[in-house]
Nanobody
């Protein structure tokens, strides 16, 4: 059984930093791409960042480029999202997901396993 468990969300002031993590169990983590999506209240889910299985390829949404960094530790079966210079518009539930294959892709239909989400709230 594949499980994805996010952690590290919380409340932070604008301009601050936060790191969220996603621990994966039940499959060979290093074989698959990973992604972070987010969903704000009343809005559709949106792509944030993705990383390929070996961490070579990374793609970011324009809204977070230069502020967020996606990384992974295959020895720990964990993917991270370091978020700096946070803005109130970054407030959302952040979800990680595991891909069907090794690549980095922003298409949500390529992701077969999803975590339960972690809330990130940025106050102004």
């Amino acid at each position: 059984q594949v499980q994805l468990v996010e952690s590290g969300g919380g409340l932070v002031q604008a301009g601050g930093s936060l790191r969220v993590s996603c621990a994966v169990s039940g499959r060979t983590f290093s074989n698959y791409g990973m992604v972070w999506f987010r969903q704000a209240p009343g809005k559709e889910r949106e792509f944030v960042a993705t990383i390929s299985s070996r961490g070579v390829a990374r793609i970011y949404a324009d809204a977070v480029k230069g502020r967020f960094t996606i990384s992974r530790d295959n020895a720990k079966n964990t993917v991270y999202l370091q978020m700096n210079s946070l803005k109130p518009e970054d407030t959302a539930v952040y979800y990680c997901a595991a891909a069907k294959g090794p690549g980095a892709t922003r298409k949500d239909d390529e992701y077969v396993y999803w975590g339960q989400g972690t809330q990130v709230t940025v106050s102004s």
